[in-house]
């Protein structure tokens, strides 16, 4: 039988800690599997839930996968990778697909959307580029078909590289090279009401300019910003920039209307020596930052979309050894295979900024971005603990044991019942890691 200890011991010291999100507030993570050393479907779909997120992108249909998410309310994006896009094309094809990788699963496992390639439009590969929008819409007459096209859209996700032009936000624009092919895939997905997903990596900007961009403006860090000269918008950090950028370019060519989802972000925290920024410190400032940000109890959006939904899927749930690339490939995950955090990410409730920077420990909590409201999820040390209110203790730890019955042997739950109020007194994790 597999050993779940580690992981166990893990889990628990996450949702003591007071990793529970609001309900108010969602944020989605990247669940890739280039890797021969990542934990059990069910584990990993256990550690999503504990982080509080509500989505989860995937690159498959991996049938473990899509069963370990069954009745947790997760929504989950499945992706249809660019080697299935000529077969796609055949609407009896991708109907035979549906059928046999996700009607199964249907209603039990939440998916609610299929992304069709994956930056296609900037591999330069004309085949590719050409069967992108047939099988989009192949895939969408057999969903509609079996009459699923209400639950699950059809969209397909891009690079930021599509952008000819992304600053200022308000001179954003899209490739000209590209318009032939991407305009009839933006009619495609406003008739249908599927977001418009790109990958963007504020990260690959620094890299390239350490010297000029401005490392707290890529963190999300305090910082003067920019006042965009059209707009007369002000931005504070590098994605809103980049978000907006690209609204803009949709505006341009008359899409205003469709959403923009950000279906890959982050920052990797081990690199090469010539990958500038790629180092824990900044991993842990970029994806604390942002994910406290995305799951604050104040609607904030983008400064050009103040009122719209921030729609962000972190890059992402584990380290992946198997990655091709540079170091920082196989560095991007909050997560170790083993459960463990890459770095101290943990999360606490708060009733204001300062109480959540005062009870936090050293470098484990990050400066205030300035436009922060009240309430906001606080960055702690893994070992430390902010307060809670008796209510909310006992709340949170019912459902811990609740949760944690099938899972954990009975004399550990034991022990957690016995220790819990020492851990929460004396603001420290030992006992737990000690089970």
Request: aromatic content about 10%.
């Amino acid at each position: 039988m597999e050993d779940h200890s580690t992981f166990q011991r893990y889990f628990i010291m996450l949702f003591i800690t007071g990793v529970v999100a609001r309900s108010v507030a969602s944020i989605g993570i990247n669940y890739g599997q280039i890797a021969n050393n990542l934990p059990s479907h069910d584990d990993a779909a256990a550690l999503v839930k504990s982080i509080g997120a509500t989505k989860v992108k995937l690159y498959d249909a991996d049938p473990g996968v899509l069963k370990a998410f069954a009745n947790t309310g997760v929504e989950l994006m499945v992706g249809l990778g660019n080697e299935y896009l000529s077969k796609m094309k055949d609407p009896n094809k991708a109907q035979a697909w549906i059928k046999a990788n996700l009607q199964p699963y249907l209603p039990a496992t939440k998916i609610t959307s299929i992304f069709v390639g994956n930056e296609v439009l900037t591999f330069n590969d004309t085949s590719l580029t050409s069967n992108l929008l047939p099988a989009m819409q192949s895939v969408h007459t057999a969903l509609l078909n079996l009459g699923l096209d209400k639950q699950v859209t059809v969209t397909t996700a891009h690079s930021l590289a599509i952008l000819e032009t992304s600053y200022p936000p308000s001179a954003g624009a899209f490739r000209p090279d590209l318009a032939p092919c991407l305009a009839p895939i933006l009619s495609f997905q406003a008739k249908t009401g599927s977001p418009f997903l790109i990958n963007a990596y504020p990260y690959f900007a620094y890299k390239a300019n350490p010297k000029q961009v401005s490392l707290d403006f890529v963190l999300f860090q305090p910082n003067q910003g920019m006042v965009d000269p059209s707009s007369n918008l002000h931005y504070d950090n590098m994605l809103f920039a980049q978000i907006d950028a690209v609204y803009f370019a949709l505006d341009s060519l008359g899409y205003a209307k469709l959403p923009v989802h950000i279906s890959e972000t982050g920052w990797p925290s081990k690199g090469d020596q010539d990958e500038a920024g790629a180092n824990l410190e900044n991993a842990r400032k970029y994806n604390g930052n942002l994910i406290k940000m995305a799951m604050s109890s104040s609607k904030k959006g983008t400064p050009s979309r103040p009122n719209s939904d921030l729609n962000i899927y972190v890059f992402a749930l584990f380290n992946e050894n198997m990655k091709p690339g540079p170091t920082s490939e196989r560095n991007y995950g909050l997560f170790k295979p083993d459960g463990t955090p890459a770095y101290p990410l943990g999360f606490s409730l708060a009733s204001s900024p300062n109480d959540a920077v005062n009870n936090s420990t050293g470098a484990g909590a990050p400066p205030q971005p300035p436009t922060s409201s009240t309430g906001y999820l606080s960055i702690s040390s893994a070992s430390s603990l902010v307060s809670y209110t008796n209510l909310a203790t006992t709340y949170y730890l019912l459902v811990l044991f609740n949760y944690l019955s099938v899972v954990v042997p009975k004399k550990n739950i034991e022990v957690i019942r016995t220790t819990h109020l020492s851990v929460i007194s004396l603001g420290r994790m030992h006992r737990v890691l000690d089970l």
